[in-house]
């Protein structure tokens, strides 16, 4: 049934059918051939995978993110880094990297980020006399930072489906976060230095300061969800509550940019982007137990084994199965169907799950800006006005910088747990 299941899952990507579709098909028909399962198990598992509280944090942080992109946090960031970098070579796609950070800590969506931060700075890169094409890659990779630094949707789903602490794999995201962000830094100023991309007048410390008092708003916010958490104060679910309520307050009547007649469309937008994770999380509660009752993890745990005991080579294969997978699956999709199988042989190998997390997730991130389904990808080209092939020779660099940070936190576990360790 396993084997069935799984084939018909691949024939179903391959024929393009979406992925909650691909997955509930392949294991409902997978289920008939078995034929001595009774129906009602679809139904049940369904129910059974969505009937978690935490996984109530998911659609209450897709609305905060959607409430603080339409609230003008985000040009308020932007703002108070440039005061802070644009002044230096580079200066506007350093602040790009910096703006994305701090959204990152807000949003808890890739693609959000890149949407929010990419349709301010991809223009004014431009009118600076970036390369286009510079300006959409940056933009891009940038916006992968909002699936991995804490709050991040990513991080939510691997632990529901794992059973790892949310809070854990907030905290254990961090230090990857701001390493992987300084890194982009890092390149970008060698690239601007090299193509002659000079930065702007530097800000008086006086405008710093302006500009940081219009963003203490925005820049507050991680502070209290992710303090929060991390103090027993209020669990990531209730947390994911309280920020749709303080981007509304801030929204609406502090910085008075979202109005009356923006709600419904918030609301609209936030609604459908929830449903189509949470289908797709609950056709995997299917998938999921026949791999379970088939005891197909234990077969891959025993092949990983048989192949070799160092967890050095068993990293090296897991990282190029996930860059591949997060090639062409929608990373929520990836997570779901891969966690439950390769988290447990992770752990026989000695690792924490946490830190194989971690790992699994900026893998996954990686796929955000890598073709042929690089969501990033196609939201920098749409606001950049640029085509696919216009964006891949910028963005080489990035992708061997982003390989670098992958090996580094798969071989060096203490930047992912030691935060984790400090707070226990």
């Known amino acids: 049934m396993a084997v069935v299941t799984i084939v018909l899952l691949l024939v179903f990507m391959v024929l393009s059918l979406p992925i909650a579709l691909s997955i509930g098909l392949a294991s409902i028909i997978g289920i008939l051939y078995d034929g001595s399962i009774p129906l009602f198990i679809i139904i049940q598992r369904v129910f059974n995978t969505l009937d978690s509280f935490p996984l109530m944090a998911i659609p209450f942080f897709i609305l905060a993110g959607s409430i603080m992109e339409r609230g003008g946090l985000s040009k308020r960031l932007i703002a108070f880094a440039d005061s802070l970098i644009g002044h230096k070579t580079g200066g506007l796609a350093m602040v790009l990297v910096m703006t994305s950070m701090f959204f990152a800590a807000i949003s808890g969506s890739s693609a959000a980020t890149v949407a929010a931060i990419g349709s301010i700075m991809i223009p004014a890169m431009v009118r600076k006399g970036y390369d286009r094409s510079f300006a959409g890659a940056t933009a891009a990779v940038s916006g992968e930072l909002g699936m991995i630094i804490p709050p991040s949707v990513a991080m939510i789903i691997f632990g529901i489906v794992t059973g790892v602490s949310i809070g854990d794999m907030f905290i254990a995201g961090i230090l990857p976060g701001i390493m992987i962000g300084f890194s982009l830094m890092v390149l970008v100023y060698f690239i601007s230095k090299k193509k002659g991309y000079q930065g702007s007048e530097k800000s008086t410390w006086s405008q710093r300061f302006a500009a940081f008092k219009k963003a203490i708003w925005a820049l507050i916010m991680p502070f209290i969800i992710l303090g929060g958490i991390y103090s027993g104060i209020f669990t990531p679910t209730e947390a994911a509550v309280i920020a749709v309520v303080y981007a ?70 897991v990282n190029l199965i996930l860059f591949v997978v997060g090639m062409f699956f929608e990373n929520g999709a990836a997570i779901v169907i891969l966690a439950p199988i390769l988290t447990p042989i992770a752990i026989q190998f000695g690792m924490e799950p946490v830190h194989f997390g971690i790992i699994m997730i900026v893998n996954l991130a990686m796929g955000m800006v890598t073709p042929p389904l690089g969501v990033n990808l196609f939201v920098a080209c749409q606001i950049g006005k640029l085509r696919i092939d216009q964006i891949m020779r910028p963005l080489i660099p990035f992708l061997i910088v982003l390989i670098v940070n992958v090996f580094l936190l798969s071989y060096i576990p203490d930047i992912s747990l030691s935060l984790l360790k400090f707070f226990e």
Request: charged share 15%; no cysteine.
């Open 248 to 317: 509304f307050i801030v929204g609406t009547l502090v910085y008075r940019e979202i109005t009356i007649a923006d709600i419904v469309p918030l609301l609209r937008d936030s609604f459908i982007t929830s449903a189509i994770v949470m289908i797709i999380i609950g056709v995997s509660g299917i998938f999921n137990w026949i791999l379970t009752k088939e005891k197909f993890g234990l077969m891959v745990s025993d092949y990983f084994q048989s192949l070799t005991d160092n967890v050095i080579i068993f990293l090296l294969v």
